[in-house]
C-alpha cells in the first residue's frame, strides 16, 4: 500500500507525517484491497482541512474531508469517516455473495410437495 502525503500553503512537519502515515496505514485491517492513500493538508484563513483519497481495486474509490483548526484532528476525523465507508464498503460485497446464491436456487428446498417427493414415485 502506498501512502502519498502532500500538503498546500504549509509544511508539514516530519511528526505530523508520522501520524499521518501510521494512522493510515491502519485502514488496511478495515479493506484489505486498498491500493493507495492519498493525504492532502490545507492551511487556510478557517483553519486547517484534511482531505484523504484512499484507491482501491476495481476502480473504487473513497473519499474523507475534515475541518478544523488542527492538523492532528482533522486526520482523526478522516480516519472516522474513512473507517466507516470501507467498513460498509466491505459488508455490502460479502452480503451480495450469499444473496446471489440464494437467487440461483430459485424455490428453497423446504417447499413440501415439489422436489424428490414426486420425481421418486414416478421411477417405480
Not at 486498498?34 to 473504487?60: C, F, P
Not at 474513512?82 to 455473495?97: I, T, V
Amino acid at each position: 500500500m502506498r501512502i502519498t502525503i502532500s500538503s498546500r500553503h504549509m509544511e508539514v512537519t516530519e511528526p505530523l507525517r508520522e501520524y499521518a502515515e501510521q494512522k493510515a496505514g491502519k485502514l488496511d485491517k478495515y479493506y484489505d484491497r486498498i491500493l493507495g492513500i492519498e493525504v492532502v493538508m490545507d492551511n487556510h484563513k478557517e483553519g486547517m482541512r484534511v482531505e484523504m483519497i484512499v484507491t482501491a481495486d476495481h476502480q473504487n474509490r473513497f473519499v474523507a474531508h475534515h475541518e478544523n483548526q488542527d492538523a492532528y484532528a482533522g486526520i482523526d476525523g478522516c480516519i472516522g469517516k474513512l473507517e466507516r465507508q470501507l467498513s460498509e464498503h466491505k459488508k455490502k460485497f460479502r452480503n451480495r455473495k450469499h444473496a446471489a446464491a440464494t437467487l440461483k436456487r430459485g424455490i428453497p428446498a423446504a417447499m413440501p410437495g415439489q422436489g424428490g417427493e414426486a420425481s421418486s414415485k414416478k421411477r417405480r
